[in-house]
């Protein structure tokens, strides 16, 4: 269910007006059935002609042809919708027509138009040989052999000292999976989903076993949130079709939710976090204010949707309590409904055919969406919490160009690890080393960490640790701090 559990994913509230046509991730694992499946989306690979989008441009761009030399400062000039370029490992590739067939959506590969996409392909595309054959006729040439690598200044020493990281850790094992470890996971929820049953069955439906069972239930719904998380990240199986098949059973069977709808969204927090316009997970549709400038912003053009200074209160009137149960719940069916999306229709459907003949016997049609929606409302303190805790008190800000460690580092924060902060945040208390290594498996985290800190002290990037309640603590501080610039800048800008 999270759209950013991690983060992801995980805002307060989605902006509703983010394109979800083509909401499979950028990349998948396995080539061969990856071939099958058209790259993770369902579809058939396109031809050479597919992907240059019927035209002629891609391959005479100002009549340089696919061995043109570009400089850092051409490249920037194709940033805008309908003419943009990126840059991967020095080679500069026109996606233009494209991204309206890129797997993981239109707006996650626009958010890098005009800039060096290097780490975040990376991130993204576990076999990035096959990718690679979709990116041949994009090509337009390189850069310049006097440009650097990095773009906008950035410290070519810390970008190839975290991509040397990245391969140490591939090369010591830490992006293969630990297969008990996953299926431990999924069996202690089906688990609780049938002694919530069994509760019910042998000593009936009084109030007792009824809390009783919500609270089974919440546990039992939050735990199959971050499982799905996993899966939606290609982070269990080498197959990547078998993480896109569990993905949809657990996030549709098990939750009744959306894996097309998580998964364009979620990447696209990734791959910017904390950045407007960019990032959907702090679109709050103007019913928050979030870090130092929009606050001010709003002040100064005398914006007041809501009385700001006050947000750090009623962010537990609408923030905890609603986000999953309304704001989830309808934007999930209208995208599916939208996009004609009638697989994951069909996975949302038979969840809540399997919940309905499970409760109805016991609570009757109504009582069992009773239930329901207090079981959404616990899970969704839970998720708000859980997927705030990492982010909203950390940087807010416009596009800086900040190398991957620095953009990733300025928005996530870890919380101090534990047995039960592990379980209880499904490993996103470790959540700079999941933004770092989005496809490194949970279980993992705990052993690369020291080294990423390591690497962010050689060159004075803040690793920030919390304890669980401060961390919870800082969310509200947060908020309060922003009610309070934007009511300065309201009365006196």
């Known amino acids: 269910m999270s759209a950013s559990c991690d983060s992801g994913g995980s805002a307060l509230v989605r902006g509703s007006s983010e394109d ?169 929820i089906l688990l609780l989903e049938a002694l919530s049953l069994a509760l019910l069955w042998y000593w009936g439906n009084g109030w007792i076993n009824t809390i009783l069972c919500i609270f089974i239930l919440a546990t039992a719904q939050s735990q199959a949130g971050w499982l799905q998380h996993d899966f939606g990240h290609l982070s269990v199986f080498k197959r990547s079709s078998w993480d896109h098949v569990m993905h949809k059973f657990v996030i549709g069977h098990l939750k009744g939710a959306s894996a097309h709808w998580w998964n364009h969204r979620h990447f696209q927090h990734h791959a910017k976090p904390n950045v407007f316009k960019k990032d959907p997970d702090i679109n709050m549709l103007n019913i928050l204010v979030l870090g130092k400038v929009q606050p001010v912003e709003y002040g100064i053009k005398k914006l007041k949707h809501l009385p700001y200074n006050h947000q750090h209160q009623y ?36 969840y809540y055919v399997r919940y309905l003949l499970c409760y109805v016997p016991f609570y009757g049609v109504f009582g069992s969406f009773a239930l329901l929606m207090c079981v959404r409302f616990i899970e969704s303190h839970w998720f708000v919490w859980v997927t705030q805790m990492n982010h909203l008190s950390m940087d807010v800000d416009y596009e800086k160009h900040d190398d991957w460690l620095s953009m990733q580092l300025k928005a996530t924060c ?80």
């Open 20 to 188: 979800t046509h083509s909401p499979e991730r950028l990349g998948c694992r396995d080539s061969a059935s990856q071939q099958k499946s058209h790259h993770c989306a369902g579809q058939r690979p396109p031809s050479a002609a597919g992907l240059m989008g019927g035209g002629t441009h891609q391959t005479s761009v100002e009549g340089r042809g696919a061995s043109g030399v570009y400089t850092w400062e051409e490249v920037q000039k194709h940033s805008q919708r309908g003419d943009q370029w990126v840059v991967i490992e020095r080679k500069v590739y026109n996606v233009s027509n494209w991204v309206k067939r890129h797997p993981g959506g239109r707006r996650v590969i626009t958010h890098y138009a005009g800039e060096d996409a290097s780490d975040a392909f990376m991130a993204f595309h576990p076999d990035q040989t096959f990718v690679r054959k979709f990116l041949k006729p994009l090509l337009v040439g390189e850069l310049a052999p006097s440009e650097p690598s990095q773009d906008h200044k950035k410290n070519a020493a810390l970008v190839n000292d975290f991509r040397a990281l990245r391969d140490q850790f591939k090369a010591e094992g830490l992006f293969r999976t630990n297969p008990l470890f996953f299926c431990l996971h999924l069996g202690h």
């Open 315 to 350: 962010f537990f009137l609408i923030g905890p309590p609603l986000l999953i149960p309304v704001y989830f719940n309808i934007h999930i069916l209208q995208t599916m409904i939208q996009q004609r999306d009638w697989v994951d229709f069909a996975w949302y459907l038979s």
């Open 414 to 493: 870890n919380i101090e690890q534990s047995f039960f902060n592990d379980w209880f945040s499904g490993h996103l208390n470790f959540q700079i080393e999941h933004h770092l290594f989005p496809m490194m498996p949970r279980h993992n985290y705990i052993r690369a960490a020291p080294q990423v800190k390591e690497l962010c002290k050689k060159y004075g990037v803040h690793y920030e640790v919390k304890g669980l309640w401060e961390a919870w603590c800082d969310i509200i501080r947060s908020l309060r701090k922003s009610g309070d610039l934007w009511l300065d800048a309201y009365l006196h800008k």
